[in-house]
């Protein structure tokens, strides 16, 4: 069945940013200087570049991303109708195909450039090679595990889960090629994850270290984590690396999250993004591209956006959801859009485009433009 209807380009006022001094960054005892803010500019509202999103195909039900790669291969989530269940799928760069990876539910959380991906049935991680083949991951000895990242030398990395009561949440590497599980080092606690590797190996996720969760790096897989923020009071992860070090996560302060970026020389940016109670960060990339979420309020509800550093601007992306997960070399977003309340979420891809939407009114803090989904070529809609 297909739904028309149209998506929003909505523009928020301009992004501000906050540098904590280098001092901050690399835990450093002494006050905080005064900190620069960095002023960064909507795109144009009317008649400029914007992200138009084009949906990628689907089994007719609800679907969403979970990881793109740089090379843009795309992977998550469909819901086949006819088994009743969702299951876990892998797009090409191109976007005109949708291969389904397993039978069973099952989830697809990351994909590296030559599009072997992980993921698998909840707590039974597998890798999906190109070939089509199915590597089933070690678990022995964990009640279930998760991944969530897998590098060009077959790192994977994820955790595990354990019932008991000295149970809790690890970090975990599954090394190849022998692909059996070791446990990262951490501080003793139950409340641990690595949810990112690079090709240099290096892992970022998140260590407990008795007091809350910390955001956490690890240059190898026996190395001890070092954790990446000297903020009182934090509560935060490490949500993605990039091959040169840049590392964005999430850090909630006075119990609001705010999205962090670690530069490869320890500098450290908190971004406060337009009117909202909470962000929260994706992925990032090596050309100083950031993507993810953040929730507004009446109703609650969360929207993507992203940021270019190097041109100090940020796109914000419309629909009555929108979560972009990815950005590939090309400038392509990958994610997933929700065009109205209780509509079908779609798998899309966004592309930045010369866009004209005439005499538009503008309003305050959103201005509101209407544009269509575009569909594989086509200009079929949803809702």
């Known amino acids: 069945m297909r739904y028309r209807c149209s998506t929003l380009l909505v523009v928020v006022p301009a992004l501000t940013a906050v540098l904590l001094p280098p001092s901050a960054a690399l835990g450093q005892e002494g006050a905080a200087a005064e900190p620069t803010v960095l002023e960064l500019t909507p795109m ?59 039978g069973g539910p099952s989830l697809a959380m990351g994909v590296r450039d030559d599009g072997t991906a992980v993921g698998g049935p909840y707590g039974a991680p597998v890798i999906w090679g190109v070939d089509g083949s199915e590597v089933a991951l070690d678990t022995v000895g964990a009640t279930g595990a998760r991944v969530f990242s897998i590098n060009g030398s077959g790192l994977v990395v994820g955790d595990r889960f354990d019932l008991g009561p000295d149970g809790g949440w690890f970090a975990i590497a599954w090394p190849a090629p022998e692909q059996t599980w070791a446990g990262l080092p951490d501080f003793g606690f139950g409340f641990n994850a690595a949810y990112d590797v690079n090709d240099d190996g290096t892992i970022v996720g998140m260590a407990d270290d008795g007091s809350s969760g910390r955001s956490a790096r690890w240059s190898g897989v026996s190395a001890a984590p070092e954790l990446l923020l000297d903020i009182p009071g934090e509560n935060s992860y490490a949500r993605s690396i990039t091959d040169l070090g840049a590392i964005v996560g999430l850090v909630q302060v006075s119990s609001v999250g705010r999205v962090f970026l670690r530069d490869v020389d320890g500098t450290v940016t908190l971004l406060d993004i337009g009117p909202a109670s909470s962000s929260e960060p994706e992925n990032l990339d090596d050309a100083g591209r950031v993507v993810g979420t953040t929730q507004l309020q009446s109703p609650i509800r969360r929207r993507g956006w992203v940021i270019d550093r190097i041109a100090a601007t940020t796109h914000h992306l419309d629909g009555w959801e929108s979560r972009p997960v990815s950005i590939d070399d090309g400038g392509r977003v990958a994610g997933s859009l929700r065009n109205v309340p209780g509509g079908v979420r779609r798998a899309v891809r966004w592309e930045l485009r010369e866009v004209s939407f005439g005499d538009v009114p503008a309003s305050s803090p959103f201005v509101d433009a209407i544009t269509e989904l575009v569909l594989l070529g086509t200009t079929t809609g949803y809702g």
Do not use: K
């Open 44 to 102: 144009p509202v009317i008649d400029g570049m914007g992200y138009v999103p084009v949906g990628l195909p689907d089994l007719g039900g609800d679907a969403w991303v979970e990881d793109g790669s740089g090379s843009g291969w795309v992977v998550g989530q469909v819901f086949d109708s006819e088994a009743g269940h969702s299951v876990a799928a892998r797009w090409p760069a191109a976007g005109s195909s949708i291969e389904v990876l397993a």
